[in-house]
C-alpha cells in the first residue's frame, strides 16, 4: 500500500522532476517507509512506500527493470504474487526481488494487456515502456486502489490523491459542474471519470489505459460484473450456497494475511468484521490484534457498538482494543480528516475510521476490514424496497438521490448548474444496460460497481492511508463477489438482509452477533447537527471564500441554519452538512 505519481510529456519537453518532489511530499503519509523518484527524459515516476511485502531494499519503487525497459509504480497488493511468481519462472523470467510489485513488472512483459486479468487483490498501476515510449495504468476490478490524473495535449499527470497532483500545480481547480450535481444528488458520490474539480479525473475501476507517445490513449475494460445465472445456479440448493459463499470467503480471508509484517482487523460488531474474525481463528490464526472504536452518546443516542465487539473478542481471545473517542477531541479531529479526504465525503464516519486508523497504526500495518459485505450481499434496508420494483429506476432514485434536478435548482446558484441531469442519465445507464435480470440485481450491480467505489471503499482508503494503514477488505474480493452475484435474490433479502452471509456465520460466530438490529458508525454528535458542529457549518458557508464561491443560493442556506433537523436526506444524511463539508474540503485545499 503506498502513494504513487508521476508525469509524461508528449511534446518533447523534459518531466519535471519538482512535481514529483512536491506529489511524493504530499503523499509521504500513504508510504511513510521509503520514496523515490526515477526520471528519465519526457518520464518521471514518483513513489511513497508502506513496507507490506519484501522489507527489503530490493522491493523499493519506482522499480526499473532495465534487462525488460520497463519502469513501474504499483499501490496495492496482488494476493496471488506467489503462485504467478512460480508460473513466470517457468517462463523464463528471474526475480531479484520477493515482491508483489516485480511480480506485477514481469507479468506486464509477458502478458501485457492481458496482465490485469491474472490479478487478484487491490491495485493501481503505472507502467513505461522504453522501447515503444507507451504508457499503461490500470486500476483493480472494483476500484479499492484509486488513480486519477490530469491530461491536456502536452502531458499527463497521476498520482494516487487528488491533492498530490494539486500540490504539483498548474491544475484547473475550478469546481466542475457535472461532478457538484453528482455529489449533490447521487449522496456525495462522483463517479469517474469525474471529480469535483474540473481540470482532475480518475480511471475507472476495471480500466486499463494504453497511451501512445503522442498523447492518443484507448481505454478497455477488462472485467465486468455480471449477474446472469445458469442452469446450474437455479438448480442449487440454499444449502450448497452456503457451502460455496463459505468456501469462496475463506479463501478470501485467507489471500489477505499474506504480509510480511501482523495483520489486524477492525473488528465493528457487526456480522461482517466479526464474521473475519471467526474464519481467521477457524484457520488456526492467534493472538489475532482486534480494535474497535465508541464516541460518547448524544441525543440519547449509542455511539458505540462495544457491547457485541466485546463478544467477539472474548469468544475467540483475540488481542482487543478498544478506543474511546471523547467528542470534544472527535470535533478537534475533524479538519484533519477532512484535509485527509481526496474528494469530499459526506458519511459521519470519515471521522470515526480516520481516528481508529491513527490508533490502529500504533500496533500493526495491515488490517481487514468488513466494507462491501452490504453491497455485495444486500445489507442495507432499501434493497427490499427494490426486489419487487416495477420502476426500478425510478425506485432506486427514490430512494437514494439526495435531491432531484428542480430541487438542485433551487438549493444551487444558477451559475452552479450542469447543462442535463447527469446523475439521472448514468444511474439509468448503469440500471437498465444488460447482465442482471431483477430489479434487486440491478440495484446491486450499480451499488457494488459505482456507488461502493466512490463512497465506502474510498472512505477507507483515504482515512487508513492517511496513517500508512493498509486495509483489505475480503468481501471484495472478485471471485467472491462474482459467486455473489449469481446467488438468488431471495437468498440475500432474508433475514433481513444478507441471509446467505448469515447462514455461514452461524457455523462459525455466537449467533447473538447475528440475530441483532443492523447497526452503522454511530458518529451522534455529528447526525445531529447543533452546538459546535452547528458552529462550524455556519462559519465554513459564510466565510469570505464561500461567499466569493456563491455555490448555495442565501434563501436555502437560511432555511438549513434555522432548522438543520429538518433537511434531512433519503438516506439519513444532513444537507446542511453535505454543503458544509464540500466548502470545507475546498478550503482546507486551498481551492
Not at 513466470?88 to 520477493?98: I, Q
Not at 437514494?400 to 439509468?428: C, I, Q, Y
Request: charge should be negative.
Amino acid at each position: 500500500m503506498c502513494g504513487l505519481c508521476g508525469e509524461i510529456t508528449f511534446d518533447g519537453s523534459p518531466a519535471s522532476v519538482e512535481a514529483m518532489e512536491a506529489m511524493t511530499c504530499s503523499m509521504v503519509p500513504r508510504g511513510p517507509d521509503a520514496g523515490g523518484i526515477v526520471s528519465r527524459g519526457t518520464f518521471a515516476f514518483g513513489h511513497r512506500r508502506l513496507k507490506i511485502i519484501d522489507l527489503s531494499e530490493r522491493g523499493q519503487q519506482p522499480m526499473v527493470d532495465s534487462e525488460l525497459g520497463i519502469t513501474l509504480v504499483f499501490n496495492g497488493c496482488i494476493y496471488n504474487h506467489k503462485e504467478l511468481r512460480t508460473e513466470l519462472e517457468a517462463k523464463g523470467y528471474r526475480f531479484f526481488s520477493t515482491s508483489d510489485t516485480e511480480v506485477v513488472l514481469k507479468a506486464w512483459h509477458a502478458w501485457g494487456p492481458e496482465a490485469p486479468k491474472h490479478f487478484n487483490g487491490m491495485f493501481a498501476f503505472v507502467v513505461y515502456e522504453r522501447d515503444t515510449g507507451r504508457v499503461a495504468m490500470a486500476r483493480d476490478r472494483l476500484g479499492i486502489k484509486p488513480l486519477y490524473y490530469t491530461m491536456s495535449d502536452r502531458r499527463l499527470r497521476f498520482a494516487s490523491t487528488l491533492p498530490a497532483l494539486v500540490a504539483a500545480g498548474d491544475v484547473d481547480t475550478a469546481l466542475d459542474p457535472v461532478g457538484l450535481a453528482h455529489y449533490m444528488t447521487f449522496h456525495a458520490v462522483v463517479p469517474p471519470p469525474h471529480t469535483i474539480l474540473r481540470g482532475v479525473r480518475k480511471l475507472p475501476a476495471a480500466t486499463l489505459r494504453l497511451i501512445e507517445p503522442d498523447g492518443s490513449f484507448k481505454d478497455t475494460q477488462y472485467w465486468e460484473l455480471r449477474f446472469d445465472r445458469s442452469a446450474e445456479d437455479l438448480a442449487t440448493s440454499d444449502d450448497e450456497w452456503k457451502d460455496r459463499v463459505g468456501a469462496a470467503l475463506r479463501r478470501a480471508v485467507d489471500r489477505r494475511m499474506i504480509a510480511d509484517v501482523p495483520v489486524g482487523v477492525l473488528l465493528s460488531g457487526g456480522v461482517d468484521s466479526s464474521l473475519i474474525v471467526g474464519l481467521l481463528a477457524e484457520a488456526g490464526q492467534q493472538h489475532l490484534k482486534t480494535f474497535s472504536i465508541g464516541f460518547e452518546a448524544a441525543h440519547g443516542e449509542a455511539g458505540d457498538e462495544f457491547k457485541y465487539s466485546d463478544i467477539i473478542a472474548k469468544h475467540f481471545g483475540t488481542d482487543h482494543t478498544k478506543i474511546m473517542i471523547p467528542t470534544g477531541h472527535m470535533l478537534e479531529s475533524l479538519p484533519e480528516t477532512i484535509a485527509a479526504m481526496s474528494e469530499p465525503m459526506v458519511s459521519y464516519d470519515n471521522v470515526g475510521f480516520y481516528l481508529l486508523s491513527r490508533e490502529v497504526a500504533k500496533h500493526v500495518k495491515v488490517v481487514q476490514s468488513g466494507q462491501g459485505a452490504d453491497e455485495v450481499f444486500a445489507g442495507y434496508h432499501w434493497y427490499p424496497k427494490l426486489a419487487n420494483s416495477n420502476d426500478v429506476l425510478t425506485d432506486y432514485k427514490a430512494l437514494f438521490f439526495d435531491r432531484g434536478r428542480e430541487k438542485l435548482g433551487s438549493h444551487l446558484n444558477e451559475t452552479w448548474m450542469a447543462d442535463e441531469d447527469e446523475p439521472a442519465r448514468l444511474v439509468e445507464a448503469h440500471l437498465m444496460k444488460d447482465g442482471a435480470e431483477t430489479p434487486l440485481d440491478r440495484a446491486l450491480r450499480i451499488d457494488t460497481t459505482v456507488m461502493l467505489v466512490d463512497d465506502p471503499v474510498k472512505r477507507v482508503d483515504n482515512m487508513t492511508m492517511a496513517w500508512g494503514l493498509e486495509a483489505r477488505v475480503p468481501f471484495l474480493d472478485h471471485e467472491l463477489v462474482e459467486l455473489a452475484a449469481r446467488v438468488p435474490p431471495e437468498m440475500k433479502l432474508k433475514d433481513e438482509g444478507k441471509g446467505v452471509l448469515k447462514d455461514v456465520a452461524r457455523d462459525v460466530i455466537p449467533s447473538s452477533v447475528i440475530d441483532r438490529p443492523k447497526g452503522y458508525f454511530p458518529v451522534p454528535a455529528l447526525k445531529y447537527i447543533d452546538g459546535p458542529v452547528l458552529e462550524m457549518t455556519r462559519d465554513a458557508l459564510s466565510c469570505q471564500a464561500a461567499s466569493d464561491r456563491g455555490l448555495f443560493r442565501p434563501a436555502y442556506l437560511d432555511s438549513l441554519f434555522s432548522d438543520p433537523k429538518s433537511h434531512i436526506t433519503p438516506l439519513r444524511g444532513s444537507e446542511l452538512w453535505q454543503c458544509a463539508l464540500l466548502e470545507l474540503w475546498l478550503q482546507s485545499h486551498n481551492i
